[in-house]
Nanobody, 126 residues
Framework: QMQLQESGPGLVKPSQMLSLTCTVS??????????WSWLRQPPGKGLEWMGA???????IYRPSLEMRTSISRNTSENQFTLQLASVTPEDTAVYYC??????????????????WGQGTQVTVSS
């Protein structure tokens, strides 16, 4: 059974970088044809797909976040990492990592995802 687990700080100061890691067990992030994704859900809003790193290593980002976002991976640890630069309080959200099995654009479709982490709250505040 595949499991994903997010880890990282729960509090980040404005203008700093947010860094989260997703550790995957029960399967390799380098096999198959999947988009290992980061999503977030701000308070009172819907899920927003932020970007992904493909099993083959390429990355793709939501255009509105692309200038601030970087997703990388550590294949020896079977992890992938989100870095979001220059955060503001508007970046406060629950952040999720997930495996996306089909890419159909930037919008969120629940049927595109088959495995999820439990989510981690990140608050941007001084």
């Amino acid at each position: 059974q595949m499991q994903l687990q997010e880890s990282g700080p729960g509090l980040v100061k404005p203008s700093q970088m947010l860094s989260l890691t997703c550790t995957v067990s029960g399967g390799s992030i380098t096999t198959g044809y999947y988009y290992w994704s980061w999503l977030r859900q701000p308070p009172g809003k819907g899920l927003e797909w932020m970007g992904a790193i493909h099993s083959h290593g390429s990355t793709i980002y939501r255009p509105s976040l692309e200038m601030r976002t970087s997703i990388s991976r550590n294949t020896s640890e079977n992890q992938f990492t989100l870095q979001l630069a220059s955060v503001t309080p508007e970046d406060t959200a629950v952040y999720y990592c997930a495996r996306r099995n089909r890419y159909s654009g930037y919008d969120y479709f629940a049927s595109d995802y088959d495995y999820w982490g439990q989510g981690t709250q990140v608050t941007v505040s001084s």
